[in-house]
T-cell receptor, first 110, second 112 residues
Framework: QQPVQSPQAVILREGEDAVINCSSS?????VHWYRQKHGEAPVFLMI?????EQKGHDKISASFNEKKQQSSLYLTASQLSYSGTYFC???????????FGSGTQLTVLP | DVKVTQSSRYLVKRTGEKVFLECVQD?????MFWYRQDPGLGLRLIYF???????EKGDIPEGYSVSREKKERFSLILESASTNQTSMYLC???????????FGQGTRLTVV
């Protein structure tokens, strides 16, 4: 079953912040985040493996709340290059499969 | 550089045809995946494989089958293509479970 992402779309001005949420009805073992620019393949951003783990690079970070079965992606001081569709992917229990949400379309305007 | 290569970027096939989508990875990855991407639905898992000759159904396997005879190659087969299988198909691979995935450029399939 696909994880649920929110919001479905967000429009920002350069320099503004955004949060994208991902939640699952299943207990999660890991959460992946990817970004896909128009006409390109999805590209890996980060993976969170433990409940409570937080990661980040540059001005993009994420957290993983294992108890709530959810993860959030934080984009700080957004840049034009952050535009794209963000997907969370989840792995549950012993399943080896990687299941993705429906995506969040992020548009950063000058 | 890591590479996942899909054999075609664009394909047009007729209803009822048997269609093969090929994917090759050059990273010696254990896991390989086939997804279809449709607007508003995100990436939906069709099939995945964690070893040669092993395959597991994903969330939407109906109308599809797969083949993995060699570690580097994972094929998606549409036994009898239908118009509702018109979509973008993405192949991905990962080194092992819980490792991040690398995606191919995608094949845009149109069934007429």
């Amino acid at each position: 079953q696909q994880p649920v992402q929110s919001p479905q779309a967000v429009i920002l001005r350069e320099g503004e912040d955004a949060v994208i949420n991902c939640s699952s009805s299943k207990a999660l073992y890991s959460v992946h985040w990817y970004r896909q620019k128009h006409g390109e393949a999805p590209v890996f951003l980060m993976i969170l493996l433990k409940g409570g783990e937080q990661k980040g690079h540059d001005k993009i970070s994420a957290s993983f709340n294992e108890k709530k079965q959810q993860s959030s992606l934080y984009l700080t001081a957004s840049q034009l290059s952050y535009s794209g569709t963000y997907f969370c992917g989840t792995e549950s229990g012993s399943a080896r499969q990687l299941t993705f949400g429906s995506g969040t379309q992020l548009t950063v305007l000058p | 550089d890591v590479k996942v290569t899909q054999s075609s970027r664009y394909l047009v096939k007729r209803t009822g045809e048997k269609v093969f989508l090929e994917c090759v990875q050059d990273m010696d990855h254990e896991n390989m995946f086939w997804y279809r991407q449709d607007p508003g639905l995100g990436l939906r898992l069709i099939y995945f494989s964690y070893d040669v000759k092993m395959k597991e159904k994903g969330d939407i396997p109906e109308g599809y089958s797969v083949s993995r005879e060699k570690k580097e190659r994972f094929s998606l087969i549409l036994e009898s293509a239908s118009t509702n299988q018109t979509s973008m198909y993405l192949c991905a691979s990962s080194l092992y479970a819980r490792a991040h995935a690398f995606f191919g450029q995608g094949t845009r399939l149109t069934v007429v």
